[in-house]
């Protein structure tokens, strides 16, 4: 159900709709494609793609309950369903109609009750999400029951009552969860993940409560799990999945409880813990792959049980690859979790859960980046190795043989891998670490030379394709009012008045996506001399133009006080006055002797220096100063879309309307707009692009005003004519309605006609009156 043409997704005013927002959040387990606006054409599709989703939750919640009858009717002759395949049954159950619930709760018509209904749903999925990870315990310990004792091995009893005690705290908790949610205060916390904070401390206690009580009757099942014996009651070493499942349900459930410690102490307490909350809320996503990890090291155990009748074990370096996922694993939590220490604030985690670094110096950030790359390799490598064993496992191979991670030369072997992954991950990085590079250049630079704030959310350089990808660019709003004045010589001259701008939205400009491609060949064979952008392409596009007045000649719109900050800088020139016939014999004159003057200064300026060298040496460090050059070819911007709210017009008020931009290519920028200066500033080339595209937009919108204008006079007249027109029309029927009063009252003997009666239809039934 989650394959869907993006392309027919609709345009909104600020540029395509995203997808990942239009068709739900994080918590969601079913996209929400219902909602979804299509493109002209493509509304068609609508139905097709909303069956194709029903039918396949139907699949998926039909095999779940055919799995449950099976499980509960099966002949199994003596052999009753066992405990830990009950609680099982039970959490599944709970599980699955909490994210039903929610999808139901989307689709629902927003009123006030469903909104309720859906906070209800959103904290019940936030307490079911520990349903998998307490199930898999259970069937590791009932697996290893019947491994130790066959064929009707059982765990000790007071385990089983563990088994009913989390159980039963999970259906309590998410009942307080449902209370919570329906009447308490909807939070968005880091991450999408939501809490919900109500006025009574009731609910907050039984669900906390709960919660701790479940996680603390997980400890009886660990140690009992160690403590069984075999059919001849010898103690028996846990199998490497047992242990590798256990090492990642003390993480897991150790994040968990960190959690549920610091909400307990938010809602009960009333005290705020704001870095707490966050950081423990990204290390419990950092350990997202946790369930679906154990499942498969169980999966990959019961198939070598399966075919050695019950004797064998994983391979060996199948079973290492196990170790190598709880390393990544448990490396990422301890990044989330230790990350504050250094930085004063949680650790920011990615769309897939992994930990995000935006660390400062660069050496650090290098360092970190390389940790995360090691722990994501080793991540992912070992799950796909562990996938590679089920398939090419077989009786002869399935024994505990074979293991890299022992010996001497294995050591080696091993040291060497970790060297081997550690260079990749150091080539990733420096992908990594340019691309933050570029972003901290971006975001330190912004107030200094476009004097607003620029918020970019991703940055990396694709190493082999050589191209930097800039994801969601921001430029935010001036914040202060600035009078800008122009001297006599030309230069403008900005004086802050310390009153605070208001603007409708947050925002000038954003860019969804920006490529640059780079000449890999140019920079290598220039030693990193010369710095040749090949490309530089803009897509989804929405530049926002406000205006607090209606008078042009007034420069406050907020692309204004960008432009005049960019040329009160001196990084761009001053715009260039025609003057008029009267003046230009005047403005002759003045040329003449300025430019007379002018020599004169340079000649003695000349001198001057001349002198100057003459009793100096320059500095020898000098020589050896390194700018790179940096050269840019063409850049195109593409679907771009543009709002433009103007306040105070006379009659209209604000004027609102979104202007058709349409692509801006510059072929050769560096000939169209630098006319081929290689030696200019960084800080110029950006001011230079920044200004050339703001005057595109600047005027589009301004030749497409005067249309908005009379358009906006126009349908305001023709509703003032209409409001005119009713007025007329009441003001003749409230006539009407007094001359009928008056005529009843000068004969009070007739019946009292009604309006309908008294209203003429003819001239001769009028003049009748009068006569008589």
Not at 56 to 61: D, E, F, K, L
Not at 200 to 215: E, K, L, N, P, R
Request: proline share 6%; glycine share 6%.
């Amino acid at each position: 159900a989650a394959v869907f043409p993006a392309s027919a997704i609709a345009l909104t005013p600020e540029g395509p709709e995203d997808f990942d927002i239009a068709t739900g959040e994080p918590n969601d387990a079913h996209p929400v494609l219902n909602k979804i606006k299509y493109k002209d054409g493509h509304s068609a599709m609508k139905p097709i793609f909303y069956l194709g989703q029903v039918l396949s939750m139907t699949a998926i919640y039909g095999g779940v309950f055919g799995v449950l009858t099976c499980i509960a009717t099966f002949p199994a002759q003596t052999t009753q369903v066992s405990p830990a395949v009950k609680c099982t049954c039970l959490l599944t159950v709970l599980y699955f109609i909490s994210y039903l619930l929610l999808w139901v709760c989307r689709e629902v018509p927003g009123d006030e009750s469903s909104r309720k209904m859906l906070q209800a749903a959103l904290s019940l999925t936030a307490v079911v999400r520990k349903a998998p990870m307490f199930a898999v315990l259970f069937l590791v310990s009932r697996m290893r029951a019947l491994e130790l004792d066959p064929p009707y091995g059982m765990p000790p009893r007071w385990m089983q009552l563990c088994f009913y005690t989390i159980t039963g705290m999970m259906y309590i908790e998410s009942i307080a969860a449902v209370l919570v949610g329906y009447t308490g205060r909807q939070v968005k916390a880091y991450y999408g993940v939501y809490v919900f904070h109500c006025e009574g401390t009731g609910a907050h206690m039984i669900q906390h409560v709960c919660a701790i009580i479940s996680y603390c009757a997980l400890i009886p099942i660990a140690l009992g799990a160690g403590f069984m014996k075999d059919q001849h009651g010898q103690d028996a070493p846990l199998s490497t999945t047992f242990r590798v499942t256990l090492n990642l349900e003390y993480v897991y459930f150790g994040i968990a409880l960190g959690q549920s410690t610091v909400f307990f102490i938010q809602d009960i307490l009333k005290c705020e813990m704001k870095l707490l909350q966050d950081t423990f809320v990204a290390a419990g996503i950092s350990v997202s792959f946790a369930p679906l990890i154990c499942i498969l090291c169980v999966a990959t155990r019961m198939r070598a049980l399966q075919i050695t009748q019950q004797q064998g074990d994983p391979p060996g370096w199948a079973q290492d690859c196990m170790i190598i996922c709880v390393f990544g694993t448990c490396v990422q939590a301890v990044c989330c979790l230790v990350m504050p220490i250094f930085v004063g604030s949680a650790s920011k985690v990615d769309d897939e859960g992994n930990p995000d670094y935006d660390l400062r110096p660069m050496i650090m950030a290098y360092s970190v980046t390389c940790v995360k790359y090691v722990a994501l390799m080793c991540l992912h490598g070992g799950i796909f190795a562990i996938c590679t064993a089920v398939f090419l496992m077989t009786p002869e191979t399935a024994h505990s043989g074979g293991r890299f991670m022992q010996g001497g030369k294995a050591l080696f072997r091993a040291l060497a891998g970790v060297l081997v992954i550690f260079l990749l991950a150091m080539l990733f990085s420096s992908a990594k670490v340019i691309g933050m590079a570029v972003k901290l250049a971006i975001e330190s630079c912004d107030r200094i030379f476009l004097g607003v704030d620029i918020t970019i959310k991703h940055a990396a350089l694709g190493v082999c394709k050589g191209y930097v990808a800039i994801k969601d660019l921001v430029v935010h709003q001036p914040e202060e009012e600035i009078i800008y004045e122009r001297k006599e010589d030309g230069t403008l001259v900005g004086t802050p008045t310390g009153n605070k701008l208001e603007w409708q939205e947050d925002y000038i400009l954003r860019i969804k996506a920006v490529i640059v491609k780079i000449n890999l060949g140019r920079l290598i064979t220039t030693l990193g001399k010369e710095f040749e952008l090949e490309n530089l392409s803009f897509t989804g596009i929405h530049a926002n133009v406000e205006k607090p007045s209606s008078n042009l000649k007034v420069q406050d719109s907020n692309i204004d006080y960008l432009l005049n900050h960019i040329e009160c800088l001196g990084l761009a020139p001053p715009p260039e006055e025609e003057p008029t016939d009267d003046e230009a014999s005047a403005k002759k004159k003045v040329e003449e002797e300025e430019a007379r003057k002018q020599e004169e200064e340079e000649a003695a300026k000349k001198a001057k220096e001349e002198a100057k060298k003459a009793a100096e040496a320059p500095p020898p460090a000098d020589d050896n100063v390194f700018i790179p050059k940096v050269i840019i070819r063409k850049i195109a911007f593409g679907d771009i879309g543009c709002g433009v709210s103007i306040k105070q017009v006379p009659v209209i008020g604000t004027l609102s309307f979104h202007p058709r931009i349409g692509k801006l290519v510059f072929p050769d920028i560096q000939r169209d707009v630098f006319d081929n200066q290689e030696d200019l500033a960084p800080a110029e080339v950006v001011a230079c692009i920044v200004k050339a595209v703001a005057k595109k937009i600047s005027t589009v919108v301004v030749s497409d005003l005067p249309k908005q204008l009379a358009k906006n006079t126009s349908e305001i007249a023709k509703k003032a004519a209409s409001k005119g027109m009713e007025g007329m029309k009441k003001m003749g029927q409230s006539l009407q309605s007094a001359c009928c009063g008056d005529k009843t009252l000068a004969s009070p003997q007739a019946a009292t006609p009604s309006c309908a009666d008294a209203e003429p239809s003819s001239p001769s039934a009028v003049a009748a009156p009068e006569v008589k």
